[in-house]
């Protein structure tokens, strides 16, 4: 039984996703979740393709769809911010345009938000082939942050709550997942078996990939400033002993260092000062994105009020 939910705002990001709009709409609309009504937001995150055309299309057909076009590519998670912040009812559901989110599992996601005493409910991913970089990225992530995303998605249901504190957030570098892991709203979650792409392919290759890694660790960790004292402090003492050997040599002895070691000395302490420096680089760039005050996506036209 449902207590009260009348309406999900369901938010969809699209990136080029021309053969899978209509088919996911239709799908949506099929379901049957007692008296509740659905309304979907497609934020077109800058596709190339007909996508903005199809959801315009639909938006003049249904009532119940609205399409929002951003000025161009801002990435997906900030496509999700802008789909949360046009929210105007008390749950807003969010899930890829791709049909890997199987819509009959917005069922549960209802189901669950509704009955326990929770703020968000997760898909949780139970099974999924993953690439190699995926699973070490996901490792490294939960080192740095304690966040574990190894089985967590972005399909998700919010409450009011959520949504407010979503609306009200101004951080340029936004991210989903690692956002509403570190809130500290109570979670909960459904597992959920990751469809196949039948239409298109992944929008993620292994640069873009490797710019939301590094985007994502450096929103949410400072460990790795504090990494890179450790090892400063590590090879401080080794220096000593290094400094103290050639005093020693100096005094006692008439033998002289080989190139090699000095080589290995000066390309060690090289890399590291310049890893250290890209670090802090990172942050920098960071503080200095936030310091902008640019917002964190454009919206460019709606199809409805
Ligand atoms: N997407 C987006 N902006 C982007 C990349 C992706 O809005 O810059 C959308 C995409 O259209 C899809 C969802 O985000 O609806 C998930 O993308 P994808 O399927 O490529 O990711 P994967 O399943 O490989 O993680
Ligand atoms: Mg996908």
Redesign the pocket.
């Known amino acids: 039984m449902i207590n009260g939910i009348k309406l999900i705002e369901i938010i969809?990001?699209?990136?080029?996703?021309e053969n899978?709009i209509s088919l996911i709409c239709e799908e949506i609309f099929k379901l049957k979740v007692e008296k509740i009504k659905f309304l979907i937001h497609y934020?077109d995150?800058?596709?190339k393709d007909n996508s903005w055309k199809l959801i315009k299309d639909l938006s003049n057909k249904y009532e119940h769809v609205n399409g929002t076009k951003l000025t161009r590519?801002?990435?997906?998670d900030h496509?999700i911010l802008a789909g949360i912040q046009k929210c105007k009812s008390d749950f807003a559901l969010i899930m890829?345009?791709?049909l890997?989110h199987p819509v009959n599992t917005i069922i549960e996601l209802v189901h669950k938000i509704n009955s326990e005493n929770c703020d968000v409910v997760t898909g949780n991913k139970i099974y999924q082939d993953q690439s190699f970089f995926r699973t070490v990225y996901y490792y490294i992530f939960k080192q740095l942050t304690a966040i574990d995303l190894k089985n967590n998605s972005?399909f998700k249901i919010i409450n009011k709550k959520v949504i407010n504190f979503l609306t009200q957030s101004t951080e340029k570098n936004f991210f989903f997942r690692g956002m509403i892991e570190w809130s500290g709203f109570k979670l909960d979650k459904v597992d959920f078996k990751?469809g196949e792409?039948i239409h298109?392919?992944?929008?993620?290759n292994f640069s873009?990939l490797l710019h939301i890694g590094f985007n994502s660790i450096f929103s949410y960790s400072t460990t790795p400033l504090r990494l890179i004292t450790i090892s400063g402090l590590i090879l401080l003492f080794i220096s000593s002993l290094l400094f103290l050997r050639t005093i020693y040599l100096k005094i006692f002895s008439t033998v002289f260092d080989g190139y090699t070691s000095l080589m290995i000395l000066i390309l060690i302490f090289l890399s590291f000062l310049i890893i250290s420096v890209g670090v802090v680089g990172e942050y920098l760039a960071k503080i200095y994105t936030e310091i902008k005050y640019r917002p964190p996506y454009i919206i460019y036209e709606t199809t409805k009020k």
Do not use: L, T
Not at 12 to 17: A, S, V
Not at 73 to 76: A, I, T, V, Y
């Open positions: 969809i990001p699209i990136y080029n996703e899978n934020i995150d800058g596709s590519n801002f990435g997906k496509a890829d345009g791709d890997q972005d990751v792409r298109g392919k992944s929008k993620y873009s």
